[in-house]
C-alpha cells in the first residue's frame, strides 16, 4: 500500500518561505509522476507543481518563479520550496502519486493522495 506523508506547512508572513515534503512509501514503480496540489476554502483543488520520473517538471502560471519541486529518489521524497509567499498562497497543500506512466496527468488520474498540510500566509 502507497502511503503519502506530508509535513511543513504552518504560517509565515506574507514574502516569506516554507518548504513542504512529502515522503512516500510502498512502492517501487520506476515510471510515475508525482506533484503537489492546493485547496483553499471555498475552492476546487487545482494543481500546483508537477514532476515525473525522469524529472520533468510543470508549474502552475501562479507560482511560477517563486515555487520549485523537487525530488530524492534515495529518500523517496517530494519537495516543494515556496519562496515570496502570498496570501493567496494560502491553501491545504496534498501530495500525490500517479502511478501509470511516467507523464504527468490531470488530478483526477493521480492514485494515491496524502492527507495535506497546511499553509497559511498573512499580510
Known amino acids: 500500500q502507497v502511503q503519502l506523508v506530508e509535513s511543513g506547512g504552518g504560517s509565515v508572513q506574507a514574502g516569506g518561505s516554507l518548504r513542504l515534503s512529502c515522503a512516500a512509501s510502498?512502492?517501487?514503480?520506476?515510471?510515475?509522476?508525482m506533484g503537489w496540489f492546493r485547496q483553499a476554502p471555498g475552492k476546487g483543488r487545482g494543481e500546483v507543481a508537477v514532476?515525473?520520473?525522469?524529472?520533468?517538471?510543470r508549474y502552475a502560471d501562479s507560482v511560477k518563479g517563486r515555487f520549485t519541486i523537487s525530488q530524492d529518489n534515495a529518500k523517496n521524497t517530494l519537495y516543494l520550496q515556496m519562496n515570496s509567499l502570498k496570501p493567496e498562497d494560502t491553501a491545504m497543500y496534498y501530495c500525490?502519486?500517479?502511478?501509470?506512466?511516467?507523464?504527468?496527468?490531470?488530478?483526477?488520474?493521480?492514485?494515491?493522495w496524502g492527507q495535506g498540510t497546511q499553509v497559511t500566509v498573512s499580510s
Open positions: 514532476i515525473d520520473s525522469a524529472d520533468g517538471t
Open positions: 510502498g512502492y517501487t514503480y520506476s515510471r510515475y509522476c
Open positions: 500525490a502519486i500517479f502511478i501509470g506512466g511516467s507523464w504527468c496527468p490531470p488530478q483526477n488520474y493521480y492514485n494515491y
